[in-house]
């Protein structure tokens, strides 16, 4: 967190000795590369978004570089409901909101007795938590598939969201141990003199308090969650419960050399998250940075 | 759910914290003075649990199947270590491993170089610089099979790359990228490239924000060219995040599966099979369990040193 309240590098440096002129150049310099590497990384996206409104006559016609000669918006109507998107955003919903709402809860459960309480064997708890988010997710898929058939609870949401919750918890309590742990005892102390308990403290004081880094780590387990493919082609088996990620994997399959439906496919699935990140851009960058450089 | 915890408060707090704050009066500052409750345990434990039936009992769990023969239908039979013997005489095993290396190499150091090389090029705050710095990162937030949807339109025969490459005169390069074995597999490298370089930028701009920039005035004030104030300010100061983003890039390249399952599974000939990817076919199309926990305990130690030092450093900062 620190590192985000820094003085900035442009204000604390000298200004190169040179004219006006020189500085000028430089600027339009930076400014022509820095634009052409944008543009660069955005073009990939720019022809994705041209060929998802094309029409398929269009696209078979004149090759898939050809300037477009149509329009045709029905690509996203035809991803959208023939190609399943409507019904697999739903089911991404179902399993990311909990999935998210639970991660944060728990962690910042866990991550509180350990940081603001002396509980026994602390560090190696965190320790241990935080190694099994480092596992290889491979390691558990054969297990967890396997246990979830004998308990009867395969292919259902709730065990894909208590895998999610389970494998993504360590990081999020080791991100919100760090956190809690500068927020000062004072405010504790004279919390703990008006009469109030741990679940008080927790919930009154320091969950309040540790708002910046929950927005962050929301931010950044709805990406997760919302993007990943491997776990719920691992729990789940019927098509109708797919969420985006594997859904659009069924609408590659489904639209064999429809580009024009396979991007809008894309597109589509893209929006969510793009959306989470430029509303929660300051954030979503905070949070990639917690786990870090702390 | 406040109502409910107001009403048990009392007896909680009357047990717990006299003896915590009379510790707490006598011990040096830094020492917390709470003892722990029944509702502190219950904070602990709840979370420990739910991570060790979806996490630790499961790896517990795949150790042991890598160690038997098992389709799924029959019991496992043991067979010790004759899943990690039969590795040996397996050719797809061998191309997956030696794919996993040139991604790892691949991916690891131009996604680090890129990164840092954007990062520094993107550094000083000035007008616009957000735009650029959000267009580089844009693809982040994209899932990994999305990437590689977009990236198959653009690889097809007719599409940007090849017209690309003829609209430049290199039209004899031209290739039908996925199709053709020798070219899937870094086909794919770069997707997963072109997502990774903007997260590893971020995680460096933030590591440049944090250098002193009195340092760089010394080393000017020394007479330090350009090149040198980058040997020896920049770098050594990025020490820290260059041991989280080798970590970050270690993890996801192992965590690559995605991309090649969207866009070849490990084909044509298994030309661009990765561990990962082989490992879940082994286990989940051709059913043998056994055989294919043993690849992720493969794929579990390749990862291991990077896990440690990991934790290692974890342990250091949680003191």
């Known amino acids: 967190m620190a ?4 003085q900035l590098p442009a204000t604390a440096r000298p200004t190169p000795r040179r004219g006006p002129r020189g500085k000028r150049l430089r600027t339009v310099g930076f400014h022509t590369g820095a634009s052409l590497l944008s543009a660069i990384w955005f073009l990939p996206i720019a022809l994705i978004l041209i060929i998802s ?3 398929t006559d269009d696209v078979l016609g004149n090759g898939l570089n050809a300037l477009p000669h149509s329009f045709a918006p029905g690509n996203y109507a035809s991803a959208w409901s023939g190609g399943g998107m409507e019904h697999a955003l739903i089911n991404s919903l179902i399993v990311a909101v909990p999935a998210v709402a639970l991660t944060l809860l728990l962690g910042s459960m866990a991550a509180f007795a350990l940081s603001r309480y002396q509980i026994p064997f602390r560090r190696t708890l965190i320790l241990i938590m935080l190694g099994g988010n480092l596992l290889p997710p491979q390691i558990l898929l054969v297990p967890v598939a396997k246990l979830s058939q004998v308990f009867g609870i395969y292919d259902t949401f709730t065990t894909l969201i208590a895998v999610e919750i389970g494998f993504g918890l360590g990081f999020y309590v080791f991100v919100l141990q760090g956190f809690m742990r500068s927020i000062p005892t004072e405010i504790q102390q004279a919390a703990l003199l008006d009469g109030a308990g741990p679940i008080q403290i927790y919930w009154r004081i320091v969950l309040p308090l540790s708002r910046p880094a929950l927005a962050a780590l929301a931010a ?36 064999v050399s429809y580009w024009n439906v396979i991007a809008a496919g894309s597109v589509i699935a893209a929006i969510p998250t793009v959306a989470v990140f430029l509303r929660f851009q300051r954030h979503f960058i905070a949070g990639l940075n917690l786990g870090a450089v702390k | ?33 709470f003892g722990p409750s029944p509702v502190l345990i219950a904070f602990v434990l709840v ?3 739910v ?19 098992w389709n799924g239908v029959n019991p496992p039979s043991y067979v010790g270590l004759g899943n990690y013997h039969q590795m040996f005489g397996d050719p797809i095993f061998r191309k997956a491993l030696e794919n996993t290396a040139i991604w790892l190499v691949l991916f690891g150091t131009i996604s680090a170089v890129g990164g840092l090389g954007c990062a520094m090029f993107l550094q000083r705050e000035r007008r616009g610089i957000s735009i650029y710095r959000a267009a580089l990162f844009l693809p982040v937030t994209f899932s990994l099979t999305a990437t590689a949807l977009m990236w198959q339109t653009l ?8 017209g690309l490459l003829s609209g430049i005169g290199l039209g004899g390069w031209q290739h039908a990228w996925l199709a053709n074995p020798s070219t899937a597999l870094y086909a794919q490298i770069v997707p997963a490239l072109w997502r990774e370089i903007g997260y590893v930028m971020v995680l460096y701009l933030a590591g440049l924000k944090g250098i002193d920039p009195a340092l760089y005035e010394a080393a000017k004030v020394d007479g330090a060219s350009a090149w040198q104030q980058f040997r020896n300010v ?14 970050v890039i270690v993890i996801d390249s192992l965590r690559s599966f995605d991309v090649v399952w969207a866009l070849t599974q490990g084909g044509p000939y298994n030309s661009s099979q990765l561990l990962s990817t082989y490992m879940y076919q082994t286990a989940f199309v051709n059913t043998d369990y056994g055989y294919g926990c043993a690849l992720a305990v493969v794929i579990f130690v390749l990862a291991f040193g990077v896990i440690v030092s990991y934790l290692i450093r974890a342990f250091k900062e949680t003191d």
């Open chain 2, 51 to 69: 991570e060790s039936v979806a996490v630790f009992w499961p790896a517990i769990q795949g150790f042991y199947i890598s160690l038997t023969r």
């Open chain 1, 53 to 55: 409104v094309r029409s």
């Open chain 1, 3 to 6: 590192a985000t309240t820094s």
């Open chain 2, 234 to 247: 920049t770098l050594p100061q990025l020490r820290s995040v260059n041991a989280v983003v080798l970590s």
């Open chain 2, 155 to 162: 690889y097809q025969p007719d599409g940007m790359l090849n």
């Open chain 2, 1 to 33: 759910m406040t109502l409910a915890s107001t009403q048990a408060l009392p007896s909680g707090s009357a047990t717990a914290p006299p003896p915590g704050s009379a510790r707490g009066r006598r011990g040096p500052r830094r020492f917390k003075p």
């Open chain 2, 47 to 49: 979370p420990l649990l």
């Open chain 1, 220 to 255: 950044l387990a709805f990406t997760w969650i919302f993007n990943d493919l491997l776990w719920p082609i691992t729990v789940l088996i019927t098509e109708s419960k797919m969420p985006v990620t594997p859904a659009l994997l069924t609408l590659q399959g489904q639209f």
